[in-house]
């Protein structure tokens, strides 16, 4: 049964469309989880029930990417903006070789802004003067062997792109905002010292960020950190250094076991999200220069389409009627307008298929327009 069939066509950037299976077990548990009795809306954070829900997710989490056991799993808040501080207080502080990071678009360009703040920051390579459509390849870049570590962005959500390859070295630290991209396919988490992604665009509702740290990161902390800042109080205390938001973790459970069950593991994610990218960007890249995709074809994201129509006037009657034929979240980024098309886990390669052939006949109705 369906609760709602507009949350199948919901395209939004962020909070992101959940799994159907997954709202109909939250529906059930406002009002009763079954093992615990309780709403989950009132159960304590330190009950034995929720130290169970922690531990299942963090196991999930592990299994799903194969993650090695000297890595910590956290649950914390603040969402994917406060780690663009906690990474350089804990890795930059004190430091005399600069850090190197990416203005690959909108969000790295934020985290730079407050790595800054912390301790010398080196940007390896600027998005700026190809006007954010296109990430560097290998020979553009130079890493330093002496960076404390290096940080990129994996997905940018807001134009649309996204690295299809690990970056760095292997002797240098890597640190990732996997955002937009975290458990839509398989990744060599072992390659990185940490990775962070807030819950809200892929995996759950806003309110939980989950980091994954390697333990020589942990100890290698300073010691002056605000507690609640501090990784090391944090995996100390389990993810229950303070109350945490027990609903959102309780829902990224749900939706790892999702993955887990019902998806099949990371390649099978990976296979039905490329499937829907391939269609959609199919459709843009046959529609005669009528659908113009924001990035270079060759760092386009899986997630997240961007793309323009010939004129202003022409997006707007788009929208219009996409939001009329029930799809929603498709208007472009404040930053950058036009439209973008958010294809996270959860959107089917149904509601893809609905939205090209939505596209197809605007396109055949309006073509003759420009
Ligand atoms: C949405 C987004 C953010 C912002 O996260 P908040 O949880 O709102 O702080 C950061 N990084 C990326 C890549 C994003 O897509």
């Known amino acids: 049964m369906s609760l709602n069939p507009n949350n199948a066509l919901n395209f939004s950037g962020g909070p992101g469309a959940l799994p159907e299976v997954v ?88 985290v730079v802004t407050e790595a800054m703040r912390e301790g010398p920051v080196r940007v390896i390579w600027s998005g700026e003067e190809h006007g954010y459509r296109r990430l560097p390849t290998d020979e553009e870049l130079d890493f330093s062997p002496d960076a404390p570590y290096i940080h990129y962005v994996s997905n940018e959500t807001v134009e649309g792109l996204q690295f299809n390859r690990i970056l760095g070295r292997d002797d240098v630290p890597r640190v990732c905002d996997m955002s937009s991209d975290f458990l839509s396919k398989p990744c060599e988490a072992d390659k990185f010292s940490l990775i962070y992604a807030h819950a809200q665009k892929n995996i759950g509702p806003a309110g939980v960020t989950i980091v994954l740290v390697r333990d020589s990161v942990v100890q290698n902390a300073p010691d ?37 069950n019902d998806v099949g593991g990371l390649e099978n994610m990976a296979q039905i999200n490329q499937q829907k990218a391939k269609l959609l960007y199919g459709l843009i890249d046959g529609s005669n220069e009528f659908y113009r995709p924001w990035g270079e074809a060759a760092f386009r994201s899986d997630m997240n389409v961007a793309f323009n129509l010939p004129t202003k006037e022409l ?53 003759a327009k420009y």
Do not use: C
Request: no cysteine; proline share 4%.
């Open 315 to 367: 997006e707007a009657l788009f929208l219009n009627e996409a939001t009329a034929a029930g799809f929603s979240g498709l208007g472009g980024h404040r930053a950058i307008g036009g439209v973008r098309a958010s294809i996270y886990n959860a959107l089917t390669l149904g509601a893809v298929e609905k939205l090209t052939g939505f596209m197809e006949d605007f396109r055949f109705k309006h073509h």
């Open 23 to 110: 709202l109909n077990q939250v529906q059930q548990a406002i009002i009763n989880v079954p093992e615990a009795g309780l709403s989950i809306l009132g159960i304590s954070h330190r009950s034995d029930w929720f130290e169970n829900v922690v531990r299942e997710t963090e196991n999930n989490i592990r299994t799903l990417l194969g993650l090695p056991s000297d890595y910590h799993i956290l649950f914390l808040q603040g969402g994917a903006t406060q780690q663009f501080s906690m990474v350089p207080m804990t890795m930059l502080r004190g430091k005399k070789h600069p850090a190197e990071y990416f203005d690959t678009g909108y969000w790295s360009r934020k």
């Open 224 to 260: 002056n950190l605000p507690s609640f800042l501090d990784y090391r109080r944090q995996v100390e205390s389990h993810s229950n250094f303070n109350t945490p938001p027990v609903f959102a973790i309780y829902v990224v459970l749900l939706v790892t076991r999702w993955l887990l």
